[in-house]
T-cell receptor, first 114, second 116 residues
Framework: QQQVKQSPQSLIVQKGGISIINCAYE??????FPWYQQFPGKGPALLIA?????SEKKEGRFTISFNKSAKQFSLHIMDSQPGDSATYFC?????????????FGQGTTLQVKP | GAVVSQHPSWVICKSGTSVKIECRSL??????MFWYRQFPKQSLMLMAT?????????EQGVEKDKFLINHASLTLSTLTVTSAHPEDSSFYIC????????????FGPGTRLTVL
């Protein structure tokens, strides 16, 4: 119930294409869903996050789509660029937790080919 | 923006020695800090959660006597890997959050530990 399942494990996209990464969760108490980007040898950096009261959030080329009934959310990267090549992690947490602990997905390695 | 630093960025040590890793929030007060461990091509595994001035809460399976965590101030948490062994070689990452930012965690750049 605490797991967040992420797919695909790896993704290759041509420059200018759309990258789509999906996550699914079981615990309906989760109410915060962030996406992190991590480059090799670096710590993760927050890209964008969403709460379940909205179905979509867009920031620049990055969009989160959220489907509460299906317990799924996805990251869309429009006009993918070689600089977007990195590992992406989805995560979830619940405000009823007194620590704000994040549960991470398994990660997706994205390669954008020039 | 909120910046978290870690020191050292990498460390190599001999088996049996102890290593201390520092995590600092540079421009905000971190009421809670988290320590993660990440093996190559794997996700982040939460090791423990620490609140300033109190004992850390360790995740199941993490040896509290081996991974000592101290959160002595609102800007500093330390992780000490005691009697390190080659299997402790990993990428250790800390994150920090404020009491006002309920969910958002700010991550440090990570520390690469290699135990020979």
């Amino acid at each position: 119930q605490q797991q967040v399942k992420q797919s695909p494990q790896s993704l290759i996209v041509q420059k200018g294409g759309i990258s789509i990464i999906n996550c699914a969760y079981e615990n309906t108490a989760f109410d915060y869903f962030p996406w992190y980007q991590q480059f090799p040898g670096k710590g993760p950096a927050l890209l964008i996050a969403i709460r379940p009261d909205v179905s979509e959030k867009k920031e620049g080329r990055f969009t989160i789509s959220f489907n509460k009934s299906a317990k799924q959310f996805s990251l869309h990267i429009m006009d993918s660029q070689p600089g977007d090549s990195a590992t992406y992690f989805c995560a979830a947490s619940r405000s009823s937790s007194n620590t704000g602990k994040l549960i991470f997905g398994q990660g997706t390695t994205l390669q954008v080919k020039p | 923006g909120a910046v978290v630093s870690q020191h050292p960025s990498w460390v190599i040590c001999k088996s049996g020695t102890s290593v201390k890793i520092e995590c600092r929030s540079l421009d905000f007060q971190a009421t809670t800090m988290f320590w993660y461990r990440q093996f190559p091509k794997q996700s982040l595994m939460l090791m423990a959660t620490s609140n300033e001035g109190s004992k850390a809460t360790y995740e199941q399976g993490v040896e509290k006597d081996k991974f000592l965590i101290n959160h002595a101030s609102l800007t500093l948490s330390t992780l000490t890997v005691t009697s390190a062994h080659p299997e402790d070689s990993s990428f250790y990452i800390c994150s920090a959050k404020t009491s006002g930012s309920w969910h958002e965690q700010f991550f440090g750049p990570g520390t690469r530990l290699t135990v020979l």
